[in-house]
T-cell receptor, first 118, second 117 residues
Framework: DGGITQSPKYLFRKEGQNVTLSCEQNLNHDAMYWYRQDPGQGLRLIYYSQIVNDFQKGDIAEGYSVSREKKESFPLTVTSAQKNPTAFYLC?????????????????FGPGTRLTVL | AQKITQTQPGMFVQEKEAVTLDCTYDTSDQSYGLFWYKQPSSGEMIFLIYQGSYDEQNATEGRYSLNFQKARKSANLVISASQLGDSAMYFCAMREPQSGSARQLTFGSGTQLTVLP
């Protein structure tokens, strides 16, 4: 079955430690994204990548870093510079689809990782 | 200024009735896309429906329809015949014009829908 996997589902870290969240997709999508969601709020874009070895900052990139060495993988590192890292993190990938009324881009989301920094 | 505004933090609807979730957006672009996603308590985001800015007809997908009023910059989601499983958070999102294969989405703050038995 094709899809996006994120592991682990729950992650606990001590303050001051870097932590890396994994995201793997076997959908053969070129583009991948990382979003952050805080309680009662919508998703905010952290980083995105259109192709391997290329990525761009989103709206809230400070304190985060990413890499895109393989098409299937887009790991996110939450560094100690991120002042409020406790949040729900969602990874997505996207593909252009031909709908009944033309092309549109659909994003597929992983199950998310809930990070708690103690 | 917010690009996507969802003014209803919470909504209640009786099972089998229809419900409308509001969404207004702000953009100066002529070409854009509007999306609705559902997020159950488990956290995953489920794509529901898409409307392109040049689409003259309202999008429909099963029990979901999008009431697109371009002049008012609104893209309300209508769920017909509500079911208990429809209880979830609903997000409206807008796609920014972008070259290449990436399409950035800007999300609203969401509406928590509760379907009552």
């Amino acid at each position: 079955d094709g899809g996006i996997t994120q592991s682990p589902k729950y992650l606990f870290r001590k303050e001051g430690q870097n932590v890396t969240l994994s995201c793997e997709q076997n959908l053969n999508h070129d583009a991948m994204y990382w979003y952050r969601q805080d309680p009662g709020q919508g998703l905010r874009l952290i980083y995105y990548s259109q192709i391997v070895n290329d990525f761009q900052k989103g709206d809230i990139a400070e304190g985060y870093s990413v890499s895109r060495e393989k098409k299937e993988s887009f790991p996110l590192t939450v560094t100690s510079a991120q002042k409020n890292p406790t949040a729900f993190y969602l990874c997505a990938s996207s593909i252009d689809r031909a709908g009944t009324r033309g092309l549109y881009n659909e994003q597929f989301f992983g199950p998310g990782t809930r990070l708690t920094v103690l | 200024a917010q690009k996507i505004t969802q003014t209803q933090p919470g909504m209640f609807v009786q099972e089998k009735e229809a419900v409308t979730l509001d969404c207004t957006y702000d953009t100066s672009d002529q070409s854009y896309g509007l999306f609705w996603y559902k997020q159950p308590s488990s956290g995953e985001m489920i794509f529901l429906i898409y409307q392109g800015s040049y689409d003259e007809q309202n999008a429909t997908e099963g029990r979901y329809s999008l009431n697109f009023q371009k002049a008012r910059k609104s893209a309300n989601l209508v769920i017909s015949a509500s079911q208990l499983g429809d209880s979830a958070m609903y997000f409206c999102a807008m796609r920014e014009p972008q070259s290449g294969s990436a399409r950035q989405l800007t999300f609203g703050s969401g509406t928590q829908l509760t379907v009552l038995p």
